[in-house]
Every structure is written in structure tokens, then in C-alpha cells.
Antibody, heavy 120, light 106 residues
Framework: EVQLVESGGGLVKPGGSLRLSCAAS????????MNWVRQAPGKGLEWVSSISSSSSYIYYADSVKGRFTISRDNAKNSLYLQMNSLRAEDTAVYYC?????????????WGQGTLVTVSS | EIVMTQSPATLSVSPGERATLSCRASQSVSSNLAWYQQKPGQAPRLLIYGASTRATGIPARFSGSGSGTEFTLTISSLQSEDFAVYYC????????FGQGTKLEIK
């Protein structure tokens, strides 16, 4: 069974940093591209960042470019999101999501999410 | 950026009836369109990809149609567990989501 479990969320002050993790199991993690998607309280979904299976290709939404860094450790079956210079508008539930194939780049499995709150 | 617009924002339907949700793209996304269902406190769940292909385990009462800029999600006979928020997503040019349609019990 595919499982994605996020962790690392919490309360942080504006300008602060946080590192999110996503632990994957039930599939060959190293074969899949992964993504982070966020959802502000009571709002819709916003794609944040993508990373290919071997980390060769990395992409960011303009809203986080230069502040967030996506990475992965295939040996540990883990995905990460380093978030720096956090702003109030970064407050959201952050989900990790799997892409089933390069030719099918939608999100077939999602974790349960981890809440990041940026507030003084 | 491709803007996805869903309508209506809220749809009130009685159990057993049909629900039709719409999604429009600001430019063609071909058939690179997915639908997700989200219940309160839960992660989104993939329903439809490729505009019309049901994901694994999704009941046949869910169907998707359309291509280019106009898309529809139809739920043929609403069950109690179908009342949720539905999002469309284009993956033709990066990723953008619609703002969601809340399907509520009438």
C-alpha cells in the first residue's frame, strides 16, 4: 500500500525557517517524481515544487522561488522541503504528492499533510 | 499561467440525483486535466485523469468529459459519501487548480 507521511510542520515567526519531510513507503520511491502542494486555511490548492526521480529536474512556483528548496534522499525514501524567509502567506497545510509517470504528471497519491503556521 | 475556473462555487443536490460540475481553462490544456475530491480534514483524492479516465478504485458513477478548455465532472447518482469539495487541475503547462466546487446536500 502506498503511504506518504509528512512531518515537520509547526509554528514559526515571519522570516524564520522550517524543514518539512515526507516519508514514503509501499512503492519504489526512487522511480517517481514527487511534489509539494499547499492549501491555505479555507482556501484551494496551490502547487509549490516538483523534483524528478533522480533530482535532475527541480521546479518551483514563483511564489516560493528563491526561498524554498526541494530535495530527496532515495536511500531513505524521503522527500524534503526547506522553507526559509517564511511569510504569513506561507501559512498552509503542506502535502507531498506522487506523480505516477513522466507522461502522466498528475498526482495519484497524497499524504495527509502537515500544518505550517507563520505568525508572530 | 493557465487559470482554471470552476462553476458553480457551491452546488446543492439531493442524494440519488445527478450532479454536474464544470471547469474551464483560460487556454487549451488538451486532455491534461484531473479531478480531485477532498473531504474536510482529508487530503485530496484523485478521481479522474486524462479528462475522462477514472483512477483506480473510483466508482463508475463518476465520469469526466471534455477537452481543450471546457471540462465536466458528472456524478450520476449521488451517495452520501460524495458530498465534498471537488477540484480540477490542469497539468498541460505546470500545474494549476481551480478554486473548487463545494457539493452539498440539498
Amino acid at each position: 500500500e502506498v503511504q506518504l507521511v509528512e512531518s515537520g510542520g509547526g509554528l514559526v515567526k515571519p522570516g524564520g525557517s522550517l524543514r518539512l519531510s515526507c516519508a514514503a513507503s509501499g512503492f519504489t520511491f526512487s522511480s517517481y517524481s514527487m511534489n509539494w502542494v499547499r492549501q491555505a486555511p479555507g482556501k484551494g490548492l496551490e502547487w509549490v515544487s516538483s523534483i524528478s526521480s533522480s533530482s535532475s529536474y527541480i521546479y518551483y512556483a514563483d511564489s516560493v522561488k528563491g526561498r524554498f528548496t526541494i530535495s530527496r534522499d532515495n536511500a531513505k525514501n524521503s522527500l524534503y522541503l526547506q522553507m526559509n524567509s517564511l511569510r504569513a502567506e506561507d501559512t498552509a497545510v503542506y502535502y507531498c504528492a506522487r506523480v505516477p509517470a513522466r507522461t502522466a504528471p498528475y498526482f495519484d497519491y497524497w499524504g495527509q499533510g502537515t500544518l505550517v503556521t507563520v505568525s508572530s | 499561467e493557465i487559470v482554471m475556473t470552476q462553476s458553480p462555487a457551491t452546488l446543492s443536490v439531493s442524494p440519488g440525483e445527478r450532479a454536474t460540475l464544470s471547469c474551464r481553462a483560460s487556454q487549451s490544456v488538451s486532455s491534461n486535466l484531473a479531478w480531485y475530491q477532498q473531504k474536510p480534514g482529508q487530503a485530496p483524492r484523485l478521481l479522474i485523469y486524462g479528462a475522462s479516465t477514472r483512477a483506480t478504485g473510483i466508482p463508475a458513477r463518476f465520469s469526466g468529459s471534455g477537452s481543450g478548455t471546457e471540462f465536466t465532472l458528472t456524478i450520476s447518482s449521488l451517495q452520501s459519501e460524495d458530498f465534498a469539495v471537488y477540484y480540477c487541475q490542469q497539468y498541460n503547462n505546470w500545474y494549476t487548480f481551480g478554486q473548487g466546487t463545494k457539493l452539498e446536500i440539498k
